[in-house]
């Protein structure tokens, strides 16, 4: 399968615990987004990388999340001290430095904070 | 915010063309409108999409109003799994910028 891939695809864990979510994107793609999506509503832009620079963050990623793209391939979201406002489905998506500027995404890790 | 309206909600029988509308008014030259849907429990998945001319793929056809303040996706022979919500976004290309996603329209198709 060569598409955008997300671990694990579910997550349940008790508020104040910390999650990880990783994301290995396209091979090629350069671009790396993440999105939080709540039930009913649309994603939500968090924060967007090309190569391994962070480039943009939205006000939606709080002191609590970070996110990381070390090498410029694959890429961490960590929530720290989590909180039942942090249950979502979190998507990731690649995309080419191109002309058509089109999103591939994920299969989304959808967190459950108790 | 999502700079695009859509209907909450449209219904198409199976086999017929489903037309979904937005309008984006406020829309700028150098933005172009993207179509994405997304089925239950998936990620959204790329439409299509086009700056002034219309455009056609193998999964849709776009048309865009000659003053590009709104757009029609069509999918020509709707399927049961067209099911899905599908987003219409305006965006400058190849600028970084993020897809800004309002919530959709939620499109059942009916046997």
């Known amino acids: 399968d060569t598409g955008v891939s997300q671990d694990p695809r579910h997550k349940i864990t008790k508020r104040g615990q910390n999650v990880t979510f990783r994301c290995d994107p396209i091979s090629e793609h350069n671009r790396l987004y993440w999105y939080r999506q709540t039930l009913g509503q649309g994603p939500e832009f968090l924060t967007y990388f090309q190569n391994e620079a962070q480039l943009e963050k939205s006000r939606l990623l709080s002191d609590r999340f970070s996110a990381e793209r070390p090498k410029g391939s694959f890429s961490t979201l960590e929530i720290q001290r989590t909180e039942q406002g942090d249950s979502a489905m979190y998507l990731c998506?690649?995309?080419?430095?191109?002309?058509?500027?089109?999103?591939?995404f994920g299969e989304g890790s959808r967190l459950t904070v108790l | 915010d999502a700079k695009t309206t859509q209907p909450t909600s449209m219904d198409c029988a199976e086999g017929r063309a489903a037309n979904l509308p937005c309008n984006h008014s406020t829309i700028s030259g150098n933005e172009y409108v993207y179509w994405y849907r997304q089925i239950h429990s998936q990620g959204p998945q790329y439409i299509i999409h086009g700056l002034k001319n219309n455009e056609t793929n193998e999964m849709a056809s776009l048309i865009i109003t000659e003053d590009r303040k709104s757009s029609t996706l069509i999918l020509p022979h709707a399927t049961l799994r067209d099911t899905a919500v599908y987003y219409c976004i305006v965006r400058v290309v190849n600028y970084g910028q993020n897809f800004v996603f309002g919530p959709g329209t939620r499109l059942s198709v009916l046997p």
């Open positions: 998506a690649s995309s080419l430095e191109a002309y058509t500027g089109e999103l591939f």
